[in-house]
């Protein structure tokens, strides 16, 4: 692995997610973090930075995604089951727009 120069440290809240990585992505593509930095995230009125609330970040994002609401996925469930998550049995695939 490459030795990371620095880290850049966000905090979001449990609330807005999905927007909350759009943004943080944004950060990183626009060139507003230096390239190499690591991201660390904090979750508002929460102790703990690092590697572990960034990985639930993480984890919590693709959740979110996975929601049927959000149609992202190609939903092979036709009979209208009542999981919230699109749960593929063949694999995942993008929805058509």
Same mark, same amino acid.
């Given at each position: 692995f490459p030795a990371t120069r620095g880290r850049q440290k966000v905090?979001?809240?449990?609330?807005?997610? +999905?927007?909350?990585?759009?943004r943080?992505?944004?950060? =990183?593509?626009? *060139?507003s973090v230096p390239k190499g930095h690591a991201l660390e995230v904090e979750f508002f009125g929460e102790v703990g930075v690092g590697a572990g609330p960034t990985q639930e970040f993480f984890s919590c994002v693709c959740s979110e995604m996975m929601r049927k609401?959000?149609?992202?996925?190609?939903?092979?469930?036709?009979?209208? *089951? *009542?999981d919230? +998550? +699109? +749960?593929p049995t063949t694999g995942? =695939?993008?929805?058509?727009m």
């Open positions: 905090r979001v809240g449990r609330k807005r997610l +999905v927007e909350s990585a759009r943080i992505m944004g950060m =990183f593509d626009a *060139g609401e959000a149609k992202l996925w190609w939903d092979s469930d036709v009979s209208g *089951g *009542g919230q +998550v +699109v +749960v995942l =695939f993008p929805a058509p």
